[in-house]
């Protein structure tokens, strides 16, 4: 339930408010606008009757939210959650780039990579130490040595750093390494790892499900929501369909879907969404149009060795073409790169 108090609204108005919807036994989540005050009340009872909140001296409106998801939903609050980091924010003006390396290979590698990052005019380097790799034989990552040659060469290009954690063992670890955590489309129900992520202090990104609905990946947003990390972006990541000649098939309608339904940052990952290099830059393209906040991209120096997803990382050379042509496009609908 969504209770909307009065521009004019006194503290002590509020404040009794507030004990009423404990009285009821909900939680109360405070969203304090610069017009006025909203106050999420968490709480699963059906028959409440909303007028016993209604009549409150300061109340405006009182409302459900018929969404499953609540402090997830745009009705909980109305302006974009923006997500600060250093001299970074994410769900702002400005388009949030994080590429890299799929996966953190040796320092020469990310230090090569992070350099590209840092000329291009991103402030995000990505790259991942731990890996969900479909083949138990593939590479699985650098592990913590990873974790620090990135941080070391994202250091170096005053670059923040993003990476994957795959299971509540490593968040500490990667904890002292990161400056956000990503979960991979594979885990996004792990709901025990979206619990413990909602403890930590540092901005999650949630990849969309393998085959997850919008409301699905809205319903584990609300897992970290509601277990007190307000900082969390959503990834569009492409879902699986019949279509085989892509990777994934990206959602691309998902963005502005969201937007509509969240107040949560979009990003946009056309390099997993397609898995070919020469679909990447048309699709990157597409995303900013299509309102994204950011976008994660893979490059690689060397694809053909790359030891994971190396089909569709693009070369450095490519990736700074097709930034210039995404400025002129965030340009075209008043964002910045
Ligand atoms: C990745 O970012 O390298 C990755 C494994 O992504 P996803 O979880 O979207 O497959
Ligand atoms: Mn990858």
Not at 232 to 237: F, G, K, P, Q, S
Not at 267 to 284: E, F, N
Not at 296 to 309: R, T
Request: glycine residues 6%.
């Amino acid at each position: 339930m969504v209770v909307i108090l009065e521009n004019n609204a006194t503290e002590e108005q509020i404040k009794n408010v507030e004990e009423h919807l404990h009285k009821y036994g909900f939680e109360i989540h405070k969203s304090i606008g610069a017009q006025r005050t909203i106050l999420g009340a968490i709480g699963v009872q059906p028959n409440f009757d909303t007028r016993k909140i209604k009549i409150l001296d300061g109340v405006s409106e009182v409302f459900r939210v018929t969404a499953p998801y609540k402090l997830a939903s745009r009705s909980f609050q109305e302006s974009n959650t923006v997500i600060k980091i250093k001299d970074v924010e994410i769900g702002a003006n400005q388009i949030a780039m994080m590429s890299g390396p799929c996966s953190v290979e040796s320092e020469e590698q990310i230090f090569k990579l992070a350099e590209v990052v840092a000329k291009s005019g991103a402030k995000i380097l990505r790259g991942g130490a731990f890996k969900p790799r479909s083949s138990p034989y593939s590479f699985q990552g650098m592990g913590e040595d990873g974790l620090k040659l990135m941080r070391a060469a994202a250091d170096q290009n005053n670059l923040l750093v993003i990476t994957e954690v795959m299971q509540i063992s490593q968040i500490d670890l990667i904890n002292q390494y990161t400056d956000i955590f990503q979960i991979g489309a594979r885990n996004m129900q792990n709901f025990p790892l979206l619990k413990e992520l909602g403890k930590v202090d540092k901005p999650i990104m949630l990849k969309r499900g393998l085959s997850a609905t919008i409301e699905e990946w809205l319903m584990s947003a609300e897992y970290i929501l509601s277990a007190g990390n307000k900082d969390v972006m959503l990834c569009e990541r492409g879902i699986r369909t019949f279509e085989k000649y892509t990777r994934n098939t990206f959602d691309l309608s998902s963005i502005p879907v969201v937007h509509k339904k969240s107040h949560l940052p979009v990003i946009a990952d056309p390099s997993h969404a397609t898995g070919l290099r020469d679909q990447v830059p048309a699709m990157a393209r597409a995303a900013v149009a299509a309102g994204a906040d950011g976008l994660m991209i893979e490059i690689h120096h060397d694809p053909e060795n790359a030891l994971s997803d190396g089909p569709q990382a693009l070369l450095p050379d490519t990736y700074s073409k097709l930034f210039q042509e995404l400025k002129l496009i965030a340009k075209a609908i008043n964002r910045d790169i």
